[in-house]
């Protein structure tokens, strides 16, 4: 018997109760969400309309005697009434299978809920597993209101499910995870409603439970577009960002944002904060931020101590592209910085990931003297892909031949061979689930 309806009872029982209507349970509106996943240990994310304890059951999929139960979580009003638990005592590579029990009683879902650990490995090892990573952004879901004013930036949710049967070991959100409207940036409250349209989607809901999710932010997901550090509701943006992404970290104890460091096997991410200490486009100031100072010493540090065989910086806008306002580039000072330093440490297997476009690329930098930087971007999702792109970005000759897509896509990211031989191929997938496009990048192809 649950909580509440023991407590009913009881105050029934003792002539308390002057109504027939028992205390309503809480009810589950979004998740489970398998957050951040190590070797050993998993983050469980879920919402609730009302604060409500809850417990996490797991066991190795081919062990289902082997039961364990998560310490009891509670959702509550402070977090969005979100809540999240850690399911500990995991061993590397095994994959789980769980169940959510909900102010005491178990809650089924209609899909399968799992995750994989992450499998164990140490550099120099011989043996050495492949795994593959799905990556996306730009998440638009269509408003009603929005539709009444003929707004609408998108739609095709099927892709989700076309993900999930794709396959992958983890999920990476790329930025745009959620799009503000105008008038949610009036309040804290409005833009949490936003939020939460977004992560009750159902047809999202079997993506979030069976395998982790990992994310940044963009301009839509932090504040109006091409949003800076002059949105004066960041804070709140920031609140709601860790509330609803079981992230690892976010930031550095003294630097708010959204950056943090991810490894898998041999590939490490270095998530990047592109907006929180961003100054506006139109800044004339020549050594205008991007990541801002601290950051850029943190991510530079970051690289420089990475003994991982691909290095996967990820920015929710371009990097490379010589053409377009949000792109890093455009920051000419932070830009020359970063590119300067992988060049002058020799750092070794660095590859750019984006968001943001609207569609998907390769772009390849040749760098006299050094290995090609190659930058991947993944967009859209659910939003409308790019109708109309100028011509000289189409005509570009950093882009890789045939790896422009204008549909709605998924990417994924697949790690493979054998130690000293490691092959990163780079993936677009279409909404109905066909490949469109590979690329492999060798691991000798990005070393000195």
């Not at 407590?7 to 489970?32: H, Q, Y």
């Not at 994989?116 to 730009?138: H, Q």
């Amino acid at each position: 018997m649950s909580r509440n309806r023991l407590l009913s009872w009881v105050l029934g029982a003792a002539g308390l109760l002057t109504w027939a209507s028992p205390i309503l349970a809480a009810e589950l509106k979004a998740g489970p969400l398998v957050g951040d996943t190590t070797e050993t240990d998993s983050i469980i994310w879920i919402q609730t309309d009302s604060p409500a304890p809850f417990q996490i059951r797991y066991w190795p999929v081919d062990q289902p005697d082997q039961v364990q139960s998560s310490l009891v979580g509670q959702t509550r009003q402070l977090d969005f009434m979100s809540g999240r638990v850690k399911l500990t005592g995991l061993k590397p590579g095994t994959r789980y299978v769980y169940e959510l029990l909900l102010e005491g009683e178990l809650t089924p879902r209609p899909y399968a809920l799992g995750f994989s650990t992450i499998p164990a490995y140490r550099p120099g090892s011989v043996e050495i597993p492949d795994f593959k990573i799905l990556v996306g952004s730009c998440f638009y879901l269509d408003d009603p209101l929005l539709k009444m004013l003929n707004i609408s930036y998108g739609t095709g949710m099927q892709i989700f499910e076309q993900m999930v049967k794709t396959g992958g070991d983890m999920m990476f959100w790329l930025g745009d995870n959620v799009y503000l409207a105008p008038f949610d940036l009036s309040s804290r409250y409005n833009m949490t409603q936003r939020y939460n349209r977004h992560r009750r989607s159902p047809e999202v809901q079997s993506l979030f439970g069976g395998m982790p999710q990992l994310a940044i932010w963009d301009d839509h997901d932090f504040g109006p577009n091409n949003s800076n550090n002059q949105f004066p509701r960041r804070q709140d943006s920031l609140d709601l960002f860790k509330a609803y992404w079981p992230n690892a970290r976010a930031g550095l104890l003294t630097t708010p944002g959204v950056f943090f460091t991810k490894k898998y096997v041999d590939l490490e991410f270095f998530a990047t904060d592109n907006r929180y200490h961003r100054d506006p486009n139109d800044d004339p100031n020549p050594n205008k931020a991007f990541f801002g100072a601290t950051q850029l010493a943190w991510l530079k540090n970051e690289l420089k101590a990475s003994k991982s065989t691909f290095k996967v910086v990820i920015v929710g806008s371009p990097v490379l592209n010589r053409h377009y306002v949000e792109a890093l580039s455009q920051s000419k000072k932070e830009y020359n910085e970063l590119m300067d330093f992988i060049k002058a440490e020799d750092i070794k297997g660095v590859v750019f990931l984006s968001g943001d476009r609207h569609h998907s690329l390769l772009m390849k930098m040749d760098r006299p003297g050094t290995y090609p930087l190659y930058e991947f971007t993944s967009s859209p999702l659910t939003s409308n892909p790019t109708q109309l792109l100028d011509p000289i970005e189409l005509e570009d000759d950093w882009v890789v031949p045939d790896t422009y897509v204008f549909e709605r896509n998924f990417g994924r990211l697949h790690v493979h061979g054998t130690q000293g031989a490691r092959v990163l191929s780079l993936e677009t997938w279409d909404s109905r689930g066909n490949l469109l496009w590979s690329h492999d990048i060798p691991e000798k192809e990005l070393g000195y």
